[in-house]
Structures are given as C-alpha cells and as structure tokens.
C-alpha cells in the first residue's frame, strides 16, 4: 500500500535551517510528483512547492522562493525539504503529499511539527 | 494565485440530515487541455492530515462513502453529505490545483 513516512518533530531557533525527509513506499516512486505543504496552527493548508520525482525539476510557491530546497533521493525513494531563515510564522504540521497524474494529492504523510522559539 | 472561498465557516447538522459546503474561486479552475475542473475537497480530522475525498469536481476516490457527493462548474462549487454520520465530524478544505495548490479557509462540520 502507498506510504508516505515523515521524520520526525523539530524544534529550532529563529534564523536557522530545518530539513524534513518523506520516505516514499508502495509505488514506483519516479511515476508521481511529491509536493509538500504546510499548517500553521488554526489555519488552512498551504502549499510550498513539488519536485518531479523522476527528473528532479522543483517548482516553489513565489512565498518561498529563496527560502525552501527541495531534493529526491530516486535509490532510497526520498524527498527531503529544507526551509532556512526560519522565523516563529514558520511553526507549522508540514505535509509531503504525492502528487496524481492529473496534479490532486492523493496520499498525505503524517506530517511533521517543526517549533522555531527563541 | 488563485483564491478559494468557502461559506459557512461552521456548520451544525442533526445525525441523518443534509450537510452542504459552498467554495468559490477568484477565477476559473477549468483546465482547457481536458476540459476538466481541478477542484477537490479534503477532509480533516484533528491530528490527522488531510484526505483525499473528491477530485475533478465530482469523482469520489476509492473507498469513500457514496453520502459525499461533489458539484459544480466555472467558480462555483459544492460538496454535499447527504446523510450526515457521527465520523463526518471534521474540517472540510476545497483545493483548486489548475494553477499550483490553493486551499479554501475550512468548514468545520459538527453534529447539531
């Protein structure tokens, strides 16, 4: 069945980097895009950016143009993100999510608490 | 960007009754290659992430009960349950994904 497994909870400081990794199983892992998208506490969903899993081609939400990297590991069926410069708005449950051919995100992984306080 | 609108922000139905959530877009999410709209609706129940109820408007994905139902077309859009159960209790998200991902601000359905 398809997996999406998320490392775990983080807490940084202001001003630093977090980098969260979504472990794919369950499908040819270069057939579907991986997206990945964030929830502030109370809030709606908010997308960030996806990675072609087969070619390694990103797009980023203009919000986090600068700030978010997002790489595939095709060997080891893994899409990490990474957001630097964080502030205390970046606390958030963040989401890598497989993207369907006709672009929905279909499976969701459990998600990923990541804290930024001084 | 494309913004998505839902009304009501929260809802209250009895058990067995009809629930209905409005979401509208700021602009069409009509993709022209296939003539389809790319509007899905999620659910979400607390701690849990989102799921995957509906897709291109109408399609319900696997293993959903056939009591959620979707509708519309252009930047109109509903998503109906038709007799309401104990474990709809959640938070309802459209999505638009034509043109990137936007989500719509939830609807948070309880039991009257």
Redesign the interface.
């Known amino acids: 069945q398809v997996q999406l497994v998320q490392s775990g909870t983080e807490v940084k400081k202001p001003g630093a980097s977090v980098k969260i990794s979504c472990k794919a199983s369950g499908y040819p892992f270069t057939n579907y895009a991986l997206?990945w998208?964030r929830q502030a506490p109370g809030q709606?969903?908010?997308?960030m950016g996806w990675i072609n899993t087969g070619n390694g081609n990103t797009?980023y939400?203009e919000k986090f143009q600068g700030r978010v990297t997002i790489i595939r590991d095709t060997f080891a069926t893994t899409a990490n993100m990474e957001l630097s410069s964080l502030r205390s708005e970046d606390t958030a449950v963040y989401?890598c999510?497989r993207g369907?051919s006709?672009?929905?995100?279909?499976?969701?992984?459990?998600?990923t608490l990541v804290t930024v306080s001084s | 960007d494309i913004v998505m609108t839902q009304s009501p922000d929260s809802l209250a139905v009895s058990l067995g009754e009809r629930a209905t959530i409005n979401c509208k877009s700021s602009q069409s999410v009509l993709y022209s290659s296939n003539n389809k709209n790319y509007l899905a609706w999620y659910q979400q129940k607390p701690g849990q992430p989102p799921k995957l109820l509906i897709y291109g408007t109408s399609t319900r994905e696997s293993g959903v009960p056939d009591r959620f139902s979707g509708s519309g077309s252009g930047t109109d859009f509903t998503l109906t349950i038709s007799s309401l159960q104990a474990e709809d209790v959640a938070v309802y998200y459209c999505q638009q994904y034509v043109s990137d991902h936007t989500f719509g601000g939830g609807t948070k359905v309880e039991i009257k």
Do not use: C, F, I, T
Not at chain 1, 44 to 47: D, V, Y
Not at chain 1, 102 to 111: N, S
């Open positions: 997206h998208v709606s969903p908010e997308w797009k939400s989401y999510a369907h006709d672009w929905y995100l279909d499976y969701w992984g459990q998600g």
